[in-house]
């Protein structure tokens, strides 16, 4: 028996939010495995040049509520 995409979605969001979360997690964990090294460490550079940007204060943060609201307005 094959299960859709659609099938596997209805059932991961039926799911109670910690148990989502966690395979959030797991599905994010098994795209990492499968990035290149070069682009890990371009990855883990940008990561750093942003996080040294918020610290000196270069740049200021948004609230995740903030982003999440922008989100939700952009997708409707």
Same mark, same amino acid.
Request: glycine share 2%; hydrophobic share 45%.
């Given at each position: 028996?094959?299960?859709?995409?659609?099938? !596997?979605?209805?059932?991961? %969001?039926?799911?109670?939010?910690?148990?989502?979360? +966690?395979?959030?997690? @797991?599905? *994010?964990?098994? &795209? !990492?495995?499968?990035?290149? %090294?070069?682009?890990?460490?371009?990855?883990?550079? +940008?990561?750093?040049? @942003?996080? *040294?940007?918020? &610290?000196?204060?270069?740049?200021?943060?948004?609230?995740?509520?903030?982003?999440?609201? +922008?989100?939700?307005?952009?997708?409707?």
């Amino acid at each position: 028996m094959t299960v859709s995409i659609d099938e !596997i979605t209805a059932a991961a %969001l039926a799911l109670p939010v910690e148990a989502r979360a +966690e395979l959030a997690d @797991r599905m *994010a964990a098994s &795209l !990492i495995s499968d990035i290149p %090294l070069h682009v890990k460490e371009l990855q883990v550079k +940008e990561v750093r040049k @942003r996080r *040294a940007e918020v &610290l000196s204060g270069n740049v200021q943060g948004i609230p995740s509520q903030q982003v999440r609201d +922008e989100i939700a307005s952009l997708l409707k």
